[in-house]
């Protein structure tokens, strides 16, 4: 319970002064209209402060400092509530001086006992009670125990409440506030946050415009801006920034002082303002690009989207994450479809979009291409004719090289590395190449499988094929026939035919046929083009082979007559071995009356070239034959009846 002391202000003259210093450090600033929970006051530095109707007792040391602000409207209350039944005390000062706090304009000192009422502060119900002394009890109090008059504020006000806990008793309270004033919260703490989009290290901030954010809306304040607290404090420090304030991502977060004036000079508060630079991620010079191969010619691959990663992360100190989207725009909202499993996504080429966001903070979006090497061209496989290859005594002997530009389908040979193999898997691990490409021997009778390795400048390759069937060339030796009888051309391999004239001129002989069937002396040449075994192949595998050989049959005798009777027998004059070119038949006077040009075999029985029957006689002829012209004489009888 307090001690009343009313005559001592009377032996004091109430002449005494009174000023104390506050450490605006010391102060908690409010921001609400709501309910604040207060913690029990503990001992403090202040033990000079006093009410303005009690010059002889102050507040205890056991006291709490709070500072709130008028934004908007013109009456203000607060109101302390205990926890529990313990007696609290207040003092507030409207725009108090910090560096000489004198006596509160409003407070109360008085006492609960008899009373029961626990609560203090302003009051709307409170007409004209300004302050309760020490141990004041009703009469000698307001309306309502330890509720005094309320303020009367404008736009820019500060109230100072210092809450007394003076018993030793521990009990929290709740700070509530009322009346129709608007606090500004403006002016608390502020933090700005930015961040370094283009990337030099450096963001300016424009302390003008923060004045005109963190003032109240009348802007009663005069805002300087300080590096160091201690000069904020100091209402005549002039060593104030300048605007724009240049802070770097190195320094951040940077913190300055903000020191509010009074139009009246006096210092209203210093508050901190927090300035924090975020790094952005570092990027590549080039763009970012995922390349892989196309091996099994789909032009869909998997990605490891991932793998960009390293490299981002080697320029870059900060901790970076990422996002992979489908969509630039979901990338942009940090939509929730972003791209499931990374590190095996299965794409053609397309550009995806990845969010990259350091620190957890500045997300920018980057594309992201995603390319399928094709090589431009696919694997194929072709036969190597061995009419292309040279022949040795054991075998033929191949140019692997020749086959080159038809796998890379007439691209330049500089843009790839190019090597041959015995077997499929030394092609894929590229080991063990074939050494002499452009000499390489496969004995005869043998048939081989060369894998092509076509791999471009980024290391992306395909296998070719290439059949080697390693046979000897086609050869005949000259024939000698004694007897009249006809030779038969034998069948040919695949790739081979027979033909009169060098080159594949002349006629084609083909067995089986009639043309197969040889008289006389003939020289038959073996044509061998691969072009016969596939009309398309490529050029490389566009060769030829040559070889002849000549037919010598005995010469056959000429028939001296034929008897045109339908028997069957010698019905026809038959010179079908002869090979003729042209044939004319004459009577006794000289007369023409039968001819026939190239292929005549066994035409003539007897007939004119009108098909009239020759009467029985003897007729001279002459013939063109593979052997030569031939003249003489033939007998036509016919059946006397």
């Known amino acids: 319970m307090k001690l009343k002391i009313t005559l001592l202000l009377i032996l004091l003259g109430f002449s005494l002064g009174f000023g104390q210093t506050i450490n605006p450090a010391h102060v908690i600033n409010l921001c609400s209209n709501q309910t604040v929970p207060g913690k029990t006051p503990t001992t403090n530095v202040y033990n000079n402060l006093y009410t303005s109707c009690s010059a002889f007792l102050p507040l205890s040391s056991a006291i709490t400092l709070y500072y709130v602000e008028i934004e908007s409207g013109t009456t203000f209350t607060f109101t302390v509530t205990p926890n529990a039944n313990v007696d609290f005390d207040f003092a507030s000062w409207l725009n108090p001086n910090f560096a000489n706090l004198g006596p509160s ?109 963190i003032n109240n809306i009348n802007k009663t304040f005069t805002i300087d801006f300080f590096e160091n607290q201690a000069d904020a404090n100091n209402l005549f420090s002039s060593n104030y920034l300048q605007s724009p304030y240049v802070v770097s991502t190195a320094n951040s977060p940077k913190t300055i002082y903000a020191r509010f004036k009074r139009a009246n000079g006096l210092l209203a508060r210093v508050t901190e303002i927090n300035f924090i630079v975020n790094e952005v991620a570092n990027l590549p010079l080039t763009n970012l690009e995922i390349e892989v191969c196309d091996f099994d010619q789909t032009k869909n691959e998997y990605f490891d989207l991932t793998s960009i990663e390293p490299f981002i992360n080697n320029i870059n100190t900060a901790a970076i994450t990422y996002k992979y989207y489908e969509s630039e725009q979901d990338a942009l909202n940090d939509a929730p479809n972003n791209i499931a499993n990374p590190k095996n996504y299965l794409s053609k080429d397309k550009t995806i979009y990845v969010q990259i966001t350091t620190n957890g903070k500045c997300p920018f979006i980057a594309p992201l291409k995603l390319i399928v090497d094709t090589l431009n061209f696919p694997p194929k496989k072709m036969d190597y004719s061995e009419f292309c ?20 389908e ?50 992306c390759f395909i296998v070719s094929e290439l059949y080697l069937d390693s046979k000897q060339r086609v050869t005949k030796k000259d024939l000698y026939n004694t007897a009249c009888d006809p030779y038969i051309l034998e069948p040919l391999p695949l790739g081979y035919n027979y033909f009169t004239e060098p080159n594949g001129k002349g006629t084609l002989l083909k067995p089986y046929t009639k043309d197969a069937v040889i008289y006389g002396r003939r020289t038959i ?69 039968y001819s026939h040009g190239v292929g005549y075999t066994n035409e003539w029985n007897g007939q004119t070239n009108n098909g009239g029957l020759l009467p029985s006689g003897t007729y001279f002829y002459s013939v063109v034959t593979l052997n030569g012209v031939k003249t003489g004489w033939v007998e036509v009888v016919r059946e006397v009846k």
């Open 105 to 213: 304009d409003r407070g109360s000192q008085n006492t609960v006992i008899g009373v029961n009422i626990y609560d203090v502060g302003l009051s709307l119900l409170e007409p004209t009670q300004l302050c309760e002394v020490p141990g004041a009890a009703p009469p000698n109090t307001g309306v309502i125990p330890g509720m005094v008059r309320w303020y009367d504020v404008v736009p820019g006000d500060g109230i100072l409440i210092a809450i007394d806990h003076w018993e030793s008793s521990v009990v929290n309270y709740d700070l509530s506030f009322g009346g129709d004033a608007v606090l500004n919260c403006s002016v608390i703490g502020k933090t700005y946050e930015v961040c370094d989009w283009d990337r030099d290290g450096v963001e300016s901030f424009d302390l003008n415009a923060i004045k005109d954010e």
């Open 389 to 408: 290859a040279k022949e040795q005594a054991d075998g033929l002997v191949y140019n692997l090289e020749e086959s080159i530009d038809y796998f890379i």
């Open 410 to 459: 007439g691209q330049v040979k500089s843009d790839f590395e190019i090597t041959f193999y015995n077997t499929l898997n030394n092609a894929i691990e590229k080991i063990n190449p074939i050494t002499q490409a452009t000499n390489y021997k496969v004995a005869f009778n043998t048939q081989e499988t060369v894998f092509v390795r076509i791999e471009n400048l980024k290391g």
């Open 525 to 593: 040449y073996i044509y061998g083009n691969s072009l016969f075994v596939n009309p398309d192949y490529p050029d490389f595998n566009s060769c030829t082979y040559e070889t002849a050989f000549t037919v010598y049959n005995n010469d056959c005798m000429i028939p001296k007559g034929i008897s045109p009777n339908g028997d069957g027998q010698n019905d026809y004059w038959d010179l079908t071995p002869f090979g003729v070119a042209k044939l004319d038949i004459f009577n006794r006077l000289g007369s023409l009356v």
